[in-house]
């Protein structure tokens, strides 16, 4: 199977970004990708279509707080949870 092109990949994950089951996620997700997604590293790139495929509800616990992270998580939700706080200093 052929590799997905660069450009038609980070367009697919900016549409599932934006097109949640959770409309907080959405805008949380949605946000970091309009914002990072087009000079994300691949191996930044491979991880947010990891955190994609998490069930919503895990996602929105772990961006407020109310559940651990999973470990390989941890630093990018620490970032997208400053970023949505306001907290980039």
Known sequence: MQEEPRDIRLKRLKMRAEHRGIKEMDLILGGWAAAHLA???DAEVDLFEAILAEAD?????WVTGQAVVP????NFM???SKTISG???
């Open 71 to 74: 470990t390989a998580y941890e």
């Open 87 to 89: 907290d980039n200093a």
């Open 39 to 41: 000079t994300a590293s």
């Open 78 to 80: 620490a970032e997208l």
């Open 57 to 61: 509800h895990d996602l929105y616990n």
